[in-house]
């Protein structure tokens, strides 16, 4: 298993590399259930855009692999940067009827999950980004603001 100190280390790089040090993340572990074609869902993020804070819960099962566990975190921090749309979700539900609503919100959760599935493949396989090389890159350009 991961120490915590790996975990929080990966977290500042992979922050650092997407650029959100801005935000203030909270990061816990609990089992979420699954999507709808029966895959678990490994983590999710719960932004509020106005203070720049979120809750991101991942699965402990990622606990025993760093790759799978980077990954799932990577997915996560990415939301934060379509994070002001849950403003305009806020808006729309005070102002529509419920089910029309709870469509528009369906649609709003599947093209942000598409959105983030976008940038992930352009990183991973574009740049050639995963969350370890960011990681590394991270690092690396640290380093030389330093000295």
Known sequence: ????????????????????QAWDCHIEYARMGQVDDGRPILGQCTPDPLYRTAEICLDPSLLD????????????LLHLISADYILVRQQLADVLPARTFRMIDRLLYHASERSVGRIERML??????????????ARSLCRRETT
Request: positive net charge; aromatic residues 6%.
């Open 124 to 137: 991973d396989h574009g740049l050639g980004l995963d969350p370890a090389a960011m990681v590394r890159r």
């Open 1 to 20: 298993m991961m120490s915590e100190a790996k975990r929080d280390s990966l977290v500042k790089w992979i922050r650092w590399s997407l650029q959100l």
């Open 65 to 76: 692999d760093l790759p799978a566990w980077s990954a799932a975190l990577r997915h996560e």
